[in-house]
């Protein structure tokens, strides 16, 4: 919402940024398009962003109008590259992150989407999903792709339109219709489109598909059998930072298309975490926190999910732990919207740091059930602890409580599965400017909770594989190099008080479960 | 008594009438309850409208109360609001500076630090949010006493010790030095408050021209100086923060 550092007052006096070259990412991402342009150091150059139209056509159904979205990708590179008065000569590579998951189909002789894409919120294959688990369940594809088959990923939504635009099918077992994630479609078009355009997806974006078997980096065919999904759509998967083609066209002609990463995994990487058992969290809406598990997939038996995290080039892939919470931002968006106790979302804070703790309250969020570790779709939201003393202030304290034990109940999960004790967590995203939530959060975890200098992890993720790709940044050390720490917090809290209220946080989230029973669950 | 001014009794008129009633009114409506000429009726308006206190719907072109009515009896920015807008631009001044930034509004007699950017180097560093520092020495505190006169009758009111041999302590001084501030619209301490530190401060203003804080770069004296002189580039990054800052609170460009 705030206007951006870099694309005003900067260019001038010391804030100015260094000389080229430069490396161009892409965020092409759920509600906007966005293009950033990093210098050497890592430093923003500048920005440019520009929404597309978010479809529902019925309850539970998310559009995008993929035609859109690559007409505002060509305007926010093309924005973002002349505010920085540069030309193609200036840029060394343009790197690409996306919204995970949201499936494209399309043409390859029109290059026209048959489809309105279909976003990974969109719930219309959950009854397909339930269908595709047969007598073994959602688990049944768990060991191959690390995922539970849910509605989100891709593999399914390929299915939904291969089984419900009118000769789809047909046209696809032709060889006439390609598929892809955002990431996909930018590249192709990029690339030239009809002319030539490289039909390609990474690592990341291919284990988000259901269709991807994690240990050999291929398309299962086993899979494919079962989802009934013919190979010629699919997309050669390729690592996340190698040079895929060249761009085709407009402002930054010639220039290598040398990155593709999902969001989350560019923020993985976009923070350094190269390393095993480094890990951090994207405080939005949502949570979505992941952890460098390093070379081997690691099974999860605690509701987490098994993805890999990026692979440069030839080297080994890195594969990650995945675990999100659905309610955090949007939490503290309740409070200020449905209950009219805030008037913005950063007064949460203020209101929450008039008392001294929760005074006995705990809140679960658990709006649309409970996400990793429980996967309770039963549960529903409760607020626990409730006696004549607590005011409103404890409650937005216990909202805050609520974001910070659910990233205690991921690493625990984390740990569990991968044997690997967090050191530090490194965070960003909007909720980071939320002093006393970092704080919380610290002295839950019992460790340290570092925030970054540049926020924009996703784009500088994108921008820094694509560096390395092309040779711009000489290895993963420069780039931690460049890694700098804006803010740490470390744990104040003693370790009998953290246990007493963890235990009682627990017996909150038992209370939340077993709301809806089987004739109140809902579709 | 002194006599009242007219075109002001006819602009609280006209609140009194959007207040009233719940749909919104047209200029005609308008002019014909208060018995005014519609000319007269849309001059107030539009000088109400310009200062926010009123609204026009774009569709029906008729007039609503503003949403500047309902923050006058809400004045403050909450701190947290303005660490949330100045967490992109403090981490870019800290980057461009390479010292530690600091955000400060005023609380109680002090400067109390809201946010806090550690000095871009791997060095360790121990957050200071919530500590306080004195309004007469330091440069945060110097900026608050210049432009928000509460912070200045506070200041003039309190005893101002002297940290170090630099610190002005003599009100007569001190003034000099809030006018010149004033005058440049930054600030400096050097060795003022802490022996070999330095630091630069500028004002946050917000839509209303209101300072709500100020924000500033602390470091060791022989980074920030130069021959004994501040950096240039170093309070041009500073007062660049500020208005950015500012600018994302809504306040023009100055």
Redesign the interface.
Known sequence: M?????T???G?????HGHGPFIAAIDQGTTSSRCIVFDK?G??VSVDQKEHEQIFPKPGWVEHDATEIWTNVQQVVDSAVHKAGLSAADVKAIGITNQRETTVMWDRTTGEPVHNAIVWQDTRTDALCKELGRNVGQDRFRRETGLPLASYFAGPKIRWLLDNVEGLRERAERGDILFGTMDSWVIWNLTGGVDGGVHVTDVTNASRTLLMNLHGLRWDEKILASMDIPAAVLPEIKSSAEVYGHTVGGVLAGVPVASALGDQQAALFGQTCFEQGEAKSTYGTGTFMLMNTGHEPVNSYNGLLTTVGYRIGDQQPVYALEGSIAVTGSLVQWMRDQMGLI????????LASTVEDNGGAYFVPAFSGLFAPYWRSDARGVIAGLTRYVTKAHIARAVLEATAWQTREITDAMTKDSGVELTALKVDG?M????LLMQTISDFLDAPVVRP???ETTCLGAAYAAGLAVGFWSSTDELRANW??????TPRMDAATRDREYKSWLKAVERSMGWLDDSTVEE | MARTIQSLERAAAMLRLLAGGERRLGLSDISSSLGLAKGTAHGILRTLQQEGFVEQDAASGRYQLGAELLRLGNSYLDVHELRARALVWTDDLARSSGEAVYLGVLHQQGVLVVHHVFRPDDSRQVLEVGAMQPLHSTALGKVLSAYDPVAHSEVVEAERAAFTPRTVTGLGDFEGLMGLTRARGWAADVEETWEGVASVAAPIHDRRRMPVGAVGITGAVERVCQDGELRPEIVAAVRDCARAVSRDLGAGRF
């Open positions: 705030s206007e951006n550092p870099s005003a007052s900067h001038h006096g010391a804030s100015s150091d430093r923003i008037n913005s979302a950063a007064e949460i804070e203020t909007g980071t400017s939320n002093n200098m540049v926020a700098r720490r804006a803010a740490e917090w």
